[in-house]
């Protein structure tokens, strides 16, 4: 079992910067992947960046050159640096672990606004 707690969601402006972090515990050497998803209302829930244990990232176009995903293993921690934030990002944003043997879990997700 893998617990996820999301943090750092808050209201900003457009053009503004966030970032968003998830502190794992649990099963912490059974994680491999790690990613950010957000669902806004009315929308299917989307990935928004992976980074696997190797470090390898990845990341769709709508947010490509304004979002940075990390991970500090020594914290247990995965953060979503967000730039350049546009009123589009406004969703609740999730943390997801995939663990080797193929298991996911969820964080209960953290409100992300972009507004003026």
């Known amino acids: 079992q893998v617990q996820l707690v999301e943090s750092g969601g808050d209201l900003v402006q457009p053009g503004g910067s966030l970032r968003l972090s998830c502190a794992a515990s649990?099963?912490?050497?059974?994680?491999?992947?790690m990613a950010w998803y957000r669902q806004a209302p009315g929308n299917e829930r989307e990935v928004v960046a992976i980074?696997?244990?190797?470090?390898?990232?990845n990341y769709p176009s709508s947010v490509k050159g304004r979002f940075t995903i990390s991970r500090d293993n020594a914290k247990n921690t995965v953060y979503l640096q967000m730039n350049s934030l546009k009123p589009e990002d406004t969703a609740v944003y999730y943390c997801?672990?995939?663990?080797?043997?193929?298991?996911?879990?969820w964080g209960q997700g953290t409100q992300v606004i972009v507004s003026s």
């Open positions: 649990g099963s912490i050497s059974s994680i491999n992947a």
């Open positions: 997801a672990v995939r663990t080797y043997d193929g298991a996911i879990y």
């Open positions: 980074i696997t244990s190797g470090g390898f990232t």
